[in-house]
C-alpha cells in the first residue's frame, strides 16, 4: 500500500482513451473522477497527433 502522504502518489486511476482519428491519432483523455489530475478539473483532456498523446498523458498523470 502507498503512503498517501507522499508526494505524486496516486491510487486507482483510470485514464480512457476516445480515438476519434486512427492515423494520425485524434481524440481525447477521459479521467476518472478518483484520479484528480486533470488541469482545471476537466473531465477530457483533448489531444492530436503522437506528441499531443504524450502531452495529454503528461497532464493527466501530474508528471512535474
Same mark, same amino acid.
Given at each position: 500500500? $502507498?503512503? /498517501?502522504? *507522499?508526494?505524486?502518489? &496516486?491510487d #486507482?486511476?483510470?485514464i %480512457?482513451i476516445v480515438?476519434?482519428r486512427? =492515423? /494520425? /491519432?485524434? #481524440? %481525447?483523455?477521459? &479521467?476518472t $473522477?478518483?484520479?484528480? %489530475? *486533470?488541469? =482545471?478539473?476537466m $473531465?477530457? &483532456?483533448?489531444f492530436a #497527433?503522437w506528441?499531443?498523446?504524450? %502531452?495529454?498523458l503528461?497532464l493527466v498523470t501530474g $508528471?512535474?
Amino acid at each position: 500500500m $502507498s503512503d /498517501p502522504d *507522499a508526494a505524486g502518489t &496516486v491510487d #486507482g486511476v483510470e485514464i %480512457r482513451i476516445v480515438l476519434d482519428r486512427l =492515423d /494520425p /491519432p485524434e #481524440g %481525447r483523455l477521459q &479521467v476518472t $473522477s478518483g484520479a484528480g %489530475r *486533470a488541469p =482545471d478539473g476537466m $473531465s477530457e &483532456v483533448p489531444f492530436a #497527433g503522437w506528441l499531443g498523446l504524450l %502531452r495529454a498523458l503528461y497532464l493527466v498523470t501530474g $508528471s512535474n
